[in-house]
């Protein structure tokens, strides 16, 4: 018995799983991927030309250093915790929240640390907050 063998001459791969792969990957990764809108805002900040505030002999004054150190009516803290900075507003206002709360700011601070101290005055309920500016340079008095 002779068995013979049978030759294909038109074998080839077959493409047809390969495309399946292909689109089933392609739709994979369309429904995964998330599209993000980054904007890059140029922002301006207002300079503020306003009366310079008068004197207060009683006032709190929270100053944040360039690296984000605080300091509470001129004495500085210990560390950056956020429970030390609580600790020294509420010793320092003693309960006294109708007190003006001033906030200092360096410009190269980061806001975030701005927020924080807001945040730590709100929540002990000063309502009467303000931020520090300074006059622009050439401005007329």
């Known amino acids: 018995m002779q068995f013979r063998r049978q030759s294909r001459s038109d074998e080839g791969v077959n493409l047809t799983p390969l495309i399946d792969v292909v689109f089933l990957l392609l739709i994979f990764f369309m429904v995964s991927t998330t599209f ?9 900040l207002p300079e503020a030309e ?3 505030m008068p004197e207060i002999a009683e006032l709190i004054e929270v100053l944040i250093n360039a690296d984000g150190g605080y300091s509470v009516n001129g004495k500085p ?33 980061p806001y975030q640390s701005v927020v924080m101290a807001m945040d730590i005055a709100g929540r002990l309920g000063y ?12 401005a007329a008095e």
């Open 50 to 52: 306003g009366e310079p």
């Open 127 to 138: 309502v009467n907050m303000k931020v520090t500016t300074k006059r622009p340079e050439g």
């Open 77 to 109: 803290l210990v560390n950056k915790q956020l429970n030390t900075l609580k600790k020294a507003i509420e010793s320092v206002g003693q309960g006294k929240t109708d007190l003006p709360f001033v906030i200092t700011a360096d410009a190269k601070v």
């Open 36 to 44: 993000t809108k980054e904007t890059h805002l140029k922002l301006d």
